[in-house]
């Protein structure tokens, strides 16, 4: 069975860290690239960042450049998300999935998601 798993959310205050990770079952993540995504409450899933086979990064929003980065230990069929300087505005579910192709493109080319991991940012 195709499974993704998140965890390493949490609650956290404004300015610090978390890191999440994003396991594979089932599969090998090796040819895949695998990208990041959040929902916040009453919005859409957003794309965060996406990291390729060959380890290049796209980073779908730019709230998060210089703050967030991914990625990725094949050997352990699992793929990271660094989170530093959290604000309020991060607070969400994060979703970790796999794109049917290698490369990073379109939130339509993203299968077998997780069930996601809840960050909430507060004081």
């Known amino acids: 069975q195709v499974q993704l798993v998140e965890s390493g959310g949490g609650l956290v205050q404004p300015g610090g860290s978390l890191r999440l990770s994003c396991a594979a079952s089932?599969?090998?993540?090796?040819?895949?690239?695998i990208g990041w995504f959040r929902q916040a409450p009453g919005k859409e899933r957003e794309g965060i960042l996406c990291i390729s086979s060959s380890e290049g990064t796209t980073y779908y929003t730019d709230s998060v450049k210089g703050r967030f980065t991914i990625s990725r230990n094949d050997a352990k069929d699992t793929v990271y998300l660094q989170m530093n300087s959290l604000k309020p505005e991060d607070t969400a579910v994060y979703f970790c999935a796999t794109s049917i192709y290698y490369y990073c493109s379109g939130y339509t080319d993203f299968f077998s998601w997780g069930q996601g991991t809840q960050v909430t940012v507060s004081s």
């Open positions: 089932g599969f090998t993540l090796d040819y895949y690239a």
